[in-house]
């Protein structure tokens, strides 16, 4: 027996084909009694939409594309990368769509993979982290009208640029906050200068603890390397005062921006001997936390939602809908 057709789906729901092809797309404008008689249909004689005809109908390639950087290792190398991508493809998938992830591969003879994509549309839209929103590639996406969506805060001078990010500077100010309601008070940040200046994120968290810290009159310290708190070790051990270039006594309780900083902290030659005096803290859990036998404090991100609400915000450009906000930002919370 052939294949039933789109026609004979038509015929023995008793509507015209167009409607059967309104179902096929999840059309909102279809009765609930008609979408259920004609799903039925396709599901008696096992009917499954031809994906390539159904772009070729709609002038659409039902794609949604992640842009990634092949020779970022540490992306990759990052669970969080893929908490991020998790939830990405939960949305793209409920909405029947492929997820194309591609990475940007010049070749001298050609032109880049994203400038192919781009302009020759083989996908509907796009999610672009902040760190390859170049002017080049912003220019591209204009210019072929293709919708996209920014994973971190746009840090490209255009307006109207769609982007989706945790609240970092809300992040440092709970993480503070929860430090000082525990009763510290000499409360240092570990936030490199380098990094601080490169990664915005890092630099929203530190906003987040200065602005905490300043509301509580507290002392700010920053630290931008670990030596620091060797050499205030070694002071106390000495019984000298030794000058560290920070404010204050030394510190009941350490932020860690990074967990890279935490493990860093963590393992000085074999055992931080401070680690009975502080508090630890960090942005975000990780699997391995539960093992520790120092227990550190942390916000819990929602990293997966981040993607959720990128891979959502895209759909509605993609559709066209009204009132899609510029930017979102997702708060954090204290971690269990």
């Not at 729901?13 to 039925?40: C, D, H, L, P, W």
């Not at 499954?48 to 540490?74: C, E, H, M, Q, W």
């Not at 000298?240 to 510190?251: A, L, N, V």
Request: net charge negative; with cysteine; proline share 3%.
């Amino acid at each position: 027996m052939s294949k039933i057709t789109i026609q004979q789906i038509a015929d023995l729901a008793g509507v015209n084909k167009a409607t059967v092809s309104r179902v096929i797309n999840r059309s909102a404008n279809i009765s609930e009694k008609t979408r259920e008689k004609v799903e039925a249909i396709m599901k008696e004689h096992n009917y499954v939409p031809n994906s390539i005809a159904r772009g070729l109908a709609f002038n659409k390639t039902f794609t949604v594309g992640f842009y990634s950087d092949y020779t970022d290792k540490r992306a990759y190398a990052n669970p969080f990368f893929y908490k991020v991508l998790q939830g990405i493809e939960e949305i793209v998938y409920n909405n029947d769509h492929m997820f194309l992830m591609m990475s940007d591969h010049v070749n001298k003879k050609s032109s880049s993979t994203f400038e192919n994509v781009v302009s020759q549309h083989r996908v509907d839209g796009l999610i672009i982290p902040n760190t390859l929103l170049t002017e080049q590639n912003y220019d591209l996406l204009i210019k072929h009208n293709m919708p996209y969506v920014v994973t971190g805060e746009n840090m490209l001078p255009k307006e109207g640029v769609p982007w989706v990010d945790i609240d970092n500077v809300q992040a440092g100010q709970v993480l503070t906050e929860h430090l000082i309601e525990l009763g510290c008070r000499n409360i240092m940040i570990y936030a490199g200068g380098e990094a601080v200046a490169r990664d915005k994120f890092l630099a929203d968290r530190l906003k987040g603890y200065t602005e905490t810290m300043k509301r509580n009159q507290l002392d700010i310290s920053v630290i931008e390397h670990a030596d620091v708190l060797k050499t205030l070790n070694l002071a106390k051990k000495s019984g000298k005062s030794e000058r560290t270039g920070i404010t204050g006594t030394r510190p009941d309780a350490l932020i860690c921006c990074t967990h890279e900083q935490l493990f860093e902290i963590l393992d000085w030659e074999r055992g931080n001997p401070m680690l009975s005096e502080l508090a630890l803290a960090t942005f975000d859990n990780f699997p391995m936390s539960k093992y520790m036998t120092h227990p550190v404090h942390f916000v819990d991100i929602d990293l997966e939602m981040m993607g959720k609400q990128a891979a959502q915000m895209l759909f509605s450009l993609m559709n066209k809908e009204t009132d899609v906000p510029k930017s979102i930002s997702i708060h954090t919370r204290i971690g269990n």
